[in-house]
């Protein structure tokens, strides 16, 4: 057992995710917005149980789209995932609440951050573990568990968050999710205006929080570079679709992936859908 999640299975890195070891399953969904726009078209993917998976493209890709697919938060937007299904821990969850899909253990933190700014850092977090039943000393156990991991929250945990740096507020909010004991977490666009290095100090919180929690995670990400450092999987969305995946170090050597998303491109860049040496594996169809 570890010490804030719950035991799981560690995933090897070298092997594309396998149904006998994941813990998300997305299975050929479609989502439209206002019962008109149509904006994922078949997507499907898998997280390994204790994996790191990145989520990867261009702004408007569908990445966001997909994480509040997975966490049912589609409806407050006026979003409905229309076809396929979604399975977490071996369970369809694509008809349960975002509450209901927390307390199952699967949860995410949303792009901006979102922390309640006129509460403390040790206020925000404590409102992550809303839905726990196990009592007021686990919790304060699993509150120095996260102060450990982010000394930065130890030092603020009397200051208002909406007064405290962009950095420090993203790793409230992992720390907050991390509160509820979860053993998924959705991670929307953690780089998003920070620093390169508070974002290698982030992205280095994570990945232990993966190996010494066991904790697997979901992250949508436009900075390709620092996704495919840390995940172990990949796969790229564009215009609603996954027009590639796999390994992260496949995907860090692959040309078109280094001329589209890792900055060495051309004036002429062109889509993915115009590479006439790439094959897609075009899972909507199957």
């Known amino acids: 057992m570890s010490a804030i999640g719950v035991s799981v299975e560690t995933a090897d890195p070298q092997a594309e995710p396998q149904a006998s070891q994941t813990i998300l399953s997305v299975n050929n969904i479609e989502v439209i917005y206002d019962h008109v726009i149509l904006v994922l078209k078949g997507v499907s993917l898998t997280v390994p149980k204790g994996g790191i998976v990145a989520l990867l493209g261009a702004n408007g890709a ?41 307390r199952r253990g699967c949860i995410q933190v949303m792009e901006g951050r979102h922390c309640f700014g006129h509460l403390t850092i040790e206020e925000n977090l404590l409102t992550g573990a809303f839905t726990r039943r196990d009592g007021s000393a686990a919790i304060k156990r699993d509150m120095e568990i996260i102060y450990n991991y ?12 909406g007064y405290t740096s962009g950095g420090e507020q993203q790793m409230c909010a992992i720390g907050r999710a991390m509160m509820s004991r979860p053993r998924m977490v959705l991670l ?65 050597e692959n040309e078109d992936v280094k001329e589209f998303y890792l900055g060495v491109a051309g004036a002429d860049r062109k889509s993915f859908k115009d590479v006439k040496s790439y094959k897609r594996r075009k899972r909507w169809l199957s």
């Not at 006026?78 to 008809?95: E, L, M, N, P, Y």
């Open 62 to 102: 569908g990445k966001t789209t997909t994480l509040k697919a997975i966490s049912n938060l589609l409806q407050a937007e006026r979003g409905d995932v229309t076809k396929g299904s979604i399975h977490f821990a071996g369970d369809r969850i694509d008809q349960l609440s975002p509450s209901e899909l927390v």
């Open 150 to 161: 982010f000394p930065r929250l130890r030092q603020r945990k009397n200051s208002m968050a």
């Open 188 to 252: 929307d666009e953690p780089s998003m205006g920070l620093a390169p290095q508070v974002t290698e100090e982030i992205f280095d919180i994570v990945r232990d929080l993966n190996q010494k929690e066991g904790v697997s995670f979901l992250l949508a990400e436009q900075n390709t570079n620092i996704a495919l450092k840390y995940a172990t999987y990949g796969y790229i969305l564009e215009t609603g679709r996954v027009v590639m995946d796999g390994e992260a170090k496949a995907l860090r």
